[in-house]
């Protein structure tokens, strides 16, 4: 039974993904809610069905008690069948419709809902850019991804099992209370009305407060995971103390935020007893005097007393279950500062894959300023033709690493425009672009996988021959075997760590390494490729790398000189602009600005902050 309702909503069902998602509210909660509005109708018409049986069970009870006040056995000769049956209906039908209305809510809104804001939330932030994420806390995205979908959950939860319920008793209460005398509505008006003041005020209220406690949280986490993420730096300078007290102002952020929204809390309780006190002297006492009059039975007084005394019960379950609901849309509208945001970078429409036959890339009056008027790149052209490859050197900041990073098309340029094979990078789809490129980094970093997932990252398809081939080329082979995780898992299936964080900085190059020689991809990018390496391990790779190049267009960033020297053309990048060309002898002979980095290197570096 439970998996039927389990399976009545597909989480993973398509949908029409937006670069620019609502940024309100409401219209982002209504896309995420396409997949459930017929189980939405039929959950609130049970809310509303289950709600009318409690209200006709009180009114019952007090007829219950007015028929009791006869003979007992006439009371039964007339009445005996009529209350078999409605012992019957609480034995059979209220149970079933009860279970009906629990299970569509508990098993098949609430886990698929929250499955579907988490899918669509990381499918959607995955597609931003790697500038976007530059640009803010890992640990503070990630919680934000984290806490919005339950909060979300919640917010639908109470609108079934808490409003949409409460709205239907109190009608019924109503009805009931006119049915009986119409006299009887005037103090539950009286009460509705002040009770309303009472949400409208806590509503207010708590949305404000329970954002600001989220952002708190949010902030905190993003500052325990930088510091977690930044152990080593954290150790290496002794700076303990420092990362408290910058945790500490966090934490004393968070519970500031969180006493605001506590004493909002302890206001509502304290006026709603109050009007509960109000709510049950007027119902009742009024019921009693008009029994006193005459003009009411007892039943109607039990009927009242019951009624009321399940209002004051419920009263508070209702404020709690909308302020819940309210502090929820808060956590959801601190969330959506992160998951709805738009995405920038995109593909062009009708953008096609990048057929990618030569390799030949053209920069056509690059430039790129990261929105400052000076650094990275000013109308910059070059071409490099199939198969060559080329080094890059200059000072830092120079736009080395720009010039990578527009190649990737990690950022768009500010004006001008990159061809490969004569397509604009800016009209293919991304990743076709990027599935021609290899790219090895002076940042090793892995994933948090075992050194097999981390290899086949490079061409998931790949054999596990190819994949052992691809690490023997990269020299990593051996030292892979002889690796043991905490779990007791070896050789390709150890776990890496964190970033890789269990291998020493020559072992993550080297599987990085691996990964990249498996892809195979016809365009080469190297950023200090070998700059984790010792000599000898170096020179072992440097023949890897090579055997690598062949056949393929080569970018390589470097300072070591044994990556760059034997390059087809070396290229000195200056304040954005190539103020030199030409392979490494042309370059010495010339005198100029590489000549001046070569005479300053030491242990094979170029010492270009020293030159600079």
């Not at 109708?41 to 009870?61: N, P």
């Not at 790697?130 to 919680?143: C, K, M, P």
């Not at 190049?549 to 000189?561: F, P, S, W």
Request: net charge negative; hydrophobic share 45%.
């Amino acid at each position: 039974m439970f998996r039927f309702f389990e399976n009545l909503i597909d989480p993973y069902v398509s949908y029409e993904e937006k670069d620019r998602p609502p940024t309100r509210l409401w219209p982002f909660m209504r896309d995420l809610c396409g997949p459930f509005w017929r189980v939405f109708v039929w959950t609130a018409l049970l809310s509303v069905v289950v709600a009318a049986i409690e209200v006709g069970l009180i009114w019952y009870m007090g007829r219950l008690v007015d028929i009791l006040g006869g003979d007992p056995a006439e009371v039964w000769q007339r009445y005996g069948l009529e209350i078999i049956l409605v012992g019957l209906f609480l034995l059979t039908l209220r149970p079933l419709i009860h279970a009906l209305d629990v299970v569509l809510l508990n098993n098949t809104i609430l886990p698929n809902f929250t499955t579907v804001f988490r899918w669509r939330a990381h499918r959607h932030v995955l597609r931003q850019s790697v500038g976007w994420f530059e640009n803010d806390f890992a640990g503070r995205i990630a919680n934000r991804i984290v806490q919005a979908p339950p909060a979300a959950g919640e917010v639908v939860f109470q609108v079934f099992d808490a409003i949409s319920f409460s709205l239907a008793y109190l009608v019924g209460a109503a009805v009931l209370l006119i049915a009986a005398d119409v006299r009887l509505i005037l103090p539950l008006l009286a009460w509705f009305v002040l009770y309303g003041f009472l949400i409208r005020w806590t509503v207010a209220n708590v949305g404000p407060a329970s954002k600001a406690a989220a952002d708190a949280r949010s902030t905190f986490t993003g500052r325990v995971v930088d510091s977690y993420t930044n152990i080593s730096s954290v150790k290496m300078f002794a700076h303990d103390d420092r990362e408290l007290e910058y945790a500490k102002e966090a934490i004393e952020g968070a519970r500031e935020s969180f006493q605001v929204e506590m004493r909002i809390f302890t206001k509502m309780d304290l006026a709603l007893v109050t009007l509960n006190g109000l709510l049950i002297v007027g119902v009742v006492g009024w019921a009693i005097v008009l029994w006193y009059q005459g003009l009411a039975s007892v039943g109607v007084v039990a009927a009242a007393t019951a009624l009321t005394l399940r209002l004051n019960a419920m009263t508070g379950w209702i404020m709690w279950a909308l302020t819940s609901f309210f502090r929820e849309l808060g956590v959801v509208a601190e969330g959506m500062e992160t998951i709805a945001q738009p995405i920038d970078l995109v593909d062009a429409p009708e953008a096609k894959p990048l057929q990618l036959d030569r390799g030949r890339v053209e920069l056509q009056d690059l430039s790129h300023h990261y929105g400052r008027g000076t650094g990275g790149l000013d109308k910059l052209n070059l071409t490099i033709e199939p198969g060559e490859k080329v080094g890059l050197i200059g000072r830092s900041g120079a736009g080395k690493s720009t010039l990578v990073k527009l190649l990737l098309r990690f950022y768009d340029p500010d004006s001008g425009r990159i061809l490969m094979d004569g397509q604009d990078i800016s009209r293919v789809q991304q990743e076709s672009l990027r599935s021609h490129i290899g790219m090895v980094q002076q940042d090793s970093a892995l994933l948090h996988r075992s050194v097999r997932e981390n290899i086949l990252y490079g061409r998931p398809e790949a054999g596990e021959e190819e994949m052992i081939s691809a690490a023997r080329q990269a020299q990593a082979h051996d030292f892979i075997m002889d690796l043991v995780d905490p779990q007791g898992r070896r050789g390709y299936d150890a776990q890496v760590g964190e970033r890789g964080i269990k291998l020493s900085g020559g072992q993550r190059q080297r599987v990085t390494l691996a990964r990249v020689i498996l892809k195979d991809a016809p365009i080469l990018l190297l950023d200090e490729a070998t700059s984790a390496l010792d000599s000898e391990v170096e020179a072992e790779i440097q023949k890897t790398l090579y055997g690598m190049m062949e056949g393929k267009t080569v970018i390589a960033i470097a300072h070591r000189l044994s990556t760059i020297a034997q390059m087809d053309r070396i290229l000195v990048l200056d304040q954005g602009h190539i103020v030199e060309q030409g392979s490494h002898d042309v370059l010495l002979a010339s005198g100029g600005l590489y000549a001046e980095f070569w005479a300053r290197q030491s242990g094979g570096f170029l010492n270009t902050e020293a030159a600079e």
